[in-house]
C-alpha cells in the first residue's frame, strides 16, 4: 500500500504564492507518475499537473502554464506544486495522486492508482 499525505496548502490573497507538498509512504514505485488535482465545490476534479518518474516529462492544464510548476525529489519521496500569481479561482482542494508506472493520459483521475485526502487552497479576492 501506498500513503500520500499532502501539506502547504491555506489561505492567500490573490497574486500570492503557495508551495504544496506531497508525501509517498510505504511500497513506493520506481517509475511512478505523480500527478496533482483539484476540486473547487460544484465543479469536477481536473489535472492540474503531472510529472513522470525522472521529472523528464510534465503535464499542466493550459490555463495554469506558466504559474504552476511541478517537481518531485525521489530521494524524499516527493511531489511539489509551486503555485505563483494565484487567483480566487484556483481556490479548490488539491489532491496529490500517484499513478504507478508511466503510461497515457496522465491528466485522467483513472490513470492514477493512489490518492491523498486533500488540501484546501483559498485564494481571496
Known amino acids: 500500500q501506498v500513503q500520500l499525505v499532502e501539506s502547504g496548502g491555506g489561505l492567500v490573497q490573490a497574486g500570492g504564492s503557495l508551495r504544496l507538498s506531497c508525501a509517498a509512504s510505504?511500497?513506493?514505485?520506481?517509475?511512478?507518475?505523480m500527478g496533482w488535482f483539484r476540486q473547487a465545490p460544484g465543479k469536477e476534479r481536473e489535472a492540474v499537473a503531472a510529472?513522470?518518474?525522472?521529472?523528464?516529462?510534465?503535464y499542466y492544464l493550459d490555463s495554469e502554464k506558466g504559474r504552476f510548476t511541478i517537481s518531485r525529489d525521489n530521494d524524499k519521496n516527493t511531489v511539489y506544486l509551486q503555485m505563483n500569481s494565484l487567483k480566487p479561482e484556483d481556490t479548490a482542494v488539491y489532491y496529490c495522486?500517484?499513478?504507478?508506472?508511466?503510461?497515457?493520459?496522465?491528466?485522467?483521475?483513472?490513470?492514477?492508482?493512489?490518492w491523498g485526502q486533500g488540501t484546501q487552497v483559498t485564494v481571496s479576492s
Open positions: 495522486a500517484l499513478r504507478k508506472f508511466s503510461g497515457r493520459n496522465n491528466d485522467a483521475e483513472s490513470s492514477y492508482d493512489y
Open positions: 510505504g511500497r513506493t514505485f520506481s517509475f511512478s507518475t
Open positions: 510529472i513522470n518518474w525522472n521529472g523528464g516529462s510534465t
